[in-house]
């Protein structure tokens, strides 16, 4: 506590008043988030979670927590293995990949983890007023070789209970961004059920047109049509580094920000 202390009142001396902290990167053990030795997460990790909170709000620090992904233990991945595997299988869907955003078990872990950890909170009466943003996850992307972004032809039904053509770009498109805003609406209204004047932001780097470039290799994102103004979110979190191939102009142009007005756009990586 006192390091964390220390870090903050050094952060506040220089001017700064956020601080952007991931959550969840610890993957398994005792002294990670998800519960080493049962369902949901692990009680002395939310507790740690809170009490930096406290500790941000007696040094005049306000904290964007910020999840990764959903933690290897405490269940969720099991119950998500059983329902990709068994359950509910379906086609264009053959492990984790893209599955963890477009299929309904997907979705329903992340709910799971997100309706564990507010309550936990509110079971500790977390100071929510420190909170700057609840951030859904740091960077959301997909894989654009793995299915069912690799597929040329057939019908794929993802978590809206939708049914897209994979031989129409169009179709494909949109089956990402109807998966994407799902999964925005249903962990907002989460976060919001527990901490009803929370922020809540949602992570990603820059797309790959209409600008071409490099960033993000074989990965697959698409901002421009979430930018409407009801999207569940309150603000957005761009990252955009300056030693990529394109310049910020281009990446803001690739995220479809340029003019864009209606919601907040906080960059929250950057370097060099």
């Given at each position: ?125 977390a100071p929510f007023e420190v909170i700057l943003g ?55 209204a989460i976060i919001k059920e527990h901490d009803p ?76």
């Amino acid at each position: 506590p006192e390091r964390v202390r220390e870090a903050f009142r050094t952060l506040a001396s220089h001017g700064y008043n956020p601080v952007r902290i991931f959550f969840d990167t610890c993957g398994s053990g005792p002294t990670c988030i998800g519960n080493p030795n049962g369902i949901g997460l692990n009680p002395a990790y939310l507790d740690n979670m809170v009490d930096l909170m406290h500790i941000a709000g007696e040094e005049g620090i306000y904290v964007i927590f910020t999840a990764n992904s959903v933690p290897e233990e405490g269940g969720y991945w099991t119950y998500f293995d059983q329902q990709i595997n068994q359950s509910d299988q379906r086609f264009g869907f053959s492990d984790f990949r893209n599955a963890d955003w477009l299929h309904p078990a997907g979705l329903e872990i992340k709910r799971r983890f997100w309706r564990d950890l507010m309550a936990g909170m509110v079971a500790r009466e977390a100071p929510f007023e420190v909170i700057l943003g609840w951030q859904l996850t740091n960077e959301l992307w997909l894989f654009k070789e793995a299915p069912p972004l690799s597929l040329e032809e057939g019908l794929v039904t993802v978590s809206n209970e939708q049914t897209y053509d994979m031989s129409d770009p169009e179709q494909k498109r949109q089956m990402v961004i109807d998966g994407v805003e799902l999964y925005m609406e249903e962990i907002v209204a989460i976060i919001k059920e527990h901490d009803p004047e929370a922020l809540t932001t949602v992570g990603f780097f820059a797309p790959q047109f209409p600008n071409e470039t490099e960033i993000g290799g074989n990965w697959y994102v698409d901002t421009a049509p979430l930018l409407r103004p009801d999207a569940a979110v309150d603000f957005w979190d761009f990252h955009a580094y300056y030693d990529n191939d394109i310049w910020v102009d281009a990446m803001a142009e690739n995220f479809g920000m340029l003019g864009y007005a209606d919601k907040p756009i906080l960059m929250g990586e950057t370097g060099s």
